[in-house]
């Protein structure tokens, strides 16, 4: 991913393949952090969440 983002919308898959070299979504607990902003930099949304994927 390169910043700034563009507009619109951003999937960011989380795949075993990034770490331990298979195909298959990561499981565990994830934290979630994401801010935004406008383009004078004043704050859009802020949204913080825990995912859990251990059991797919």
């Known amino acids: 991913m390169q910043l700034p983002v563009e507009p619109g919308?951003?999937?960011l898959p989380?795949?075993?393949g990034d770490?331990?070299?298979a195909n298959e979504t990561a499981?565990?607990?994830?934290?979630l952090s994401v801010e935004a902003y406008?383009?004078?930099?004043?704050d859009l949304a802020c949204v913080?969440?825990?995912v859990d994927l251990r059991s797919t």
């Open 19 to 21: 770490i331990f070299g």
């Open 14 to 16: 989380i795949f075993y």
């Open 48 to 50: 913080r969440a825990q």
């Open 27 to 31: 499981k565990g607990t994830f934290q």
């Open 38 to 42: 406008n383009h004078d930099d004043a």
């Open 9 to 11: 919308k951003v999937s």
